[in-house]
């Protein structure tokens, strides 16, 4: 009889990374609002806190009178590589069925996340979207970032 343990599988780690995201930001949440409406007319960028899996995420806004006008939100996976079409792949092309799907989800959804921003302003304000949770934290420290520098 072995005593070794069983290796976790893919499946275990992006759950367990998933779990401790959606558990930091619920116990921490953000240390300040997170409405650009506050900023003064400009462009501004800021990059999040890293994921437990090395994802981060990059994003960039423009504010004119006290509105978000465009925004881009890319997020950056742990080999430096932005989510596109390939997130979610072996790193020799392959795919795992489910895995992929997920990915690939939460790589439909992060467009989304900048939708919201201009249409509201306020990063608090913009909802999770179901498979894509990982997304959304890094999206709002992105934007906390950012606003550190509107001043």
């Not at 608090?124 to 934007?143: P, T, Y």
Request: proline share 4%; charged share 25%.
């Amino acid at each position: 009889m072995s005593h070794e343990k069983p290796k976790p599988t893919r499946k275990a780690a992006a759950l367990g990374a998933l779990t401790l995201a959606v558990s930091s930001t619920m116990l921490t949440g953000c240390s300040q609002s997170l409405d650009a409406s506050v900023c003064k007319d400009g462009t501004y960028e800021g990059q999040s806190q890293p994921a437990p899996d090395g994802q981060h995420a990059l994003i960039k806004f423009t504010v004119k009178g006290q509105k978000v006008t465009t925004a881009k939100f890319t997020v950056i996976d742990e080999h430096g590589r932005p989510h596109d079409g390939e997130y979610g792949k072996t790193t020799t092309g392959h795919t795992d069925g489910k895995f992929y799907q997920r990915a690939q989800r939460a790589v439909g959804a992060e467009p989304q996340y900048a939708q919201k921003f201009v249409e509201t302003s306020d990063a608090d304000k913009v909802e999770v979207i179901a498979g894509a949770s990982i997304s959304h934290g890094l999206f709002q420290s992105a934007v906390e970032d950012a606003l550190g520098k509107c001043g």
